[in-house]
């Protein structure tokens, strides 16, 4: 059984231009067109996820109404989007984003002996970026890497079975 709703309607008129460039517009229209013309919406998420690549790591309101802009869609749809999931930022992020898987297999295997390390050594706490602005520590919500846990994602690369040696290691080889 399938179950499908009518798209939901626009509630603004923005200019669709003005802060998504045109090769962005055109990145996004190739994960639109993987849908039926009424379903565009359903290209928000990867949207969401290019805007806040091209900006620096974050998404600010004005980023997110022309997304919503773009997509035909109500601006308060994508805000739902954008503070559900933990993978985007609604707040500038250091050079780089750590995030620290806490689901059950990493919590066993060490993830919050992890943070807690790296919040006493290096003074930041999940949430926050460190003072130097080299990196942002975020707690994330399965990683999808149970079996080598526990797994830590710096910008878009896995580091598993990490200890905390190896949080160092990864911390002071970024730039």
Known sequence: MSFRTAPLAVVHDVDK?????????????????????EWKQSAVMPALTLVQEHNGGWLTQDLMDQVAAYLDMPEVAVYEVATF??????????RHKICVCNSISCMLGGAEALLE???ARHG???GETS???????????????????P??????????????????KIISKLD
């Open 17 to 37: 231009s003005t802060l998504l460039t045109p090769e962005l517009r055109a990145e996004i229209d190739r994960h639109v067109g993987k849908y039926p013309p």
């Open 85 to 94: 999931y933990a993978m985007y930022d609604l707040e500038p992020v250091g």
């Open 117 to 119: 390390h790296v919040e």
């Open 124 to 126: 930041v706490a999940p």
């Open 131 to 149: 003072k130097d602005g080299k990196f942002t520590l975020k707690e994330f919500e399965c990683l999808g890497a149970c079996r080598h846990a």
């Open 151 to 168: 797994v830590v994602m710096v910008d878009q690369e896995y580091h598993e079975c990490v200890t905390r040696d190896g949080i160092d």
